[in-house]
């Protein structure tokens, strides 16, 4: 599956430079096309490569020492959470490397793109594996596990140094569309502790600050089912902090 993960980010860089679209480990050629092709076009409508570029030069010109990178759950840091970011994170010098609506394989291309030889990273935050598991079809756990593995073993080779910390996902709702998707997540989570994983790479569980045992949100910690709401933030922050580094330098 490693071997196929790493044909379809190669797929999907040719992809970005206007040339070919990849095949999602989960699913055939046909249908991978037509959803990775609506997909992505949607996102450079948004301005994802405009969004990658300024991701680059960030990390070239900005003196990062935390590196946070996922989905929307990461970079709405710096919207509903804002405030927790500015308190806690931005101290520790982190740069918020999220981008709504990435699935993993979109976190692969980016993380294969980005150059990280200019920031001193001591440490990286990975969340990843929420939107394929919400996607119709969905995507397996065992396939977003995977995808993480390998996203840890290229953060591992491009940032020797760096102790790469892997969250487990939050809770998301149950839908008409998606009526096994608390359970996905669940099973998610399951496979990525039970992982053994490198040197310098933890797995950090973040089931006991936000699910409740039927595997949905407790009260008050998310905004719609699916993101953080500012509480949640909070209550991230506060499970992150004793990982990070403690010297504001």
Known sequence: MAARIQQYCCCLAAFFMGLIIGHSPAQDSTSALKRHAASAQKSQ???WQNRLKEQQHALMNYPARVCFIGDSLTEYWQHTGQKFWDSSLTPLKAINLGTAGDRTEHMLYRLQYLDFS???LTHIVLMAGANNLAQVPPDSPDDVLKAVQL???ILKKKCPEAMIIVLGLPPNKSREDHPGLPKRVQETNQLLQ???WPEQVQFVSVDACFAQADGQW???MSLDGTHFSEQGYK???EK???LLPTKKT
């Open 45 to 47: 409508a948004a301005g």
């Open 118 to 120: 200019r920031a001193k």
């Open 151 to 153: 996203m840890a073993g």
């Open 194 to 196: 039970a992982s053994s």
């Open 218 to 220: 407790k009260p008050g």
């Open 235 to 237: 209550v991230l922050a």
């Open 240 to 242: 992150l902090l004793p």
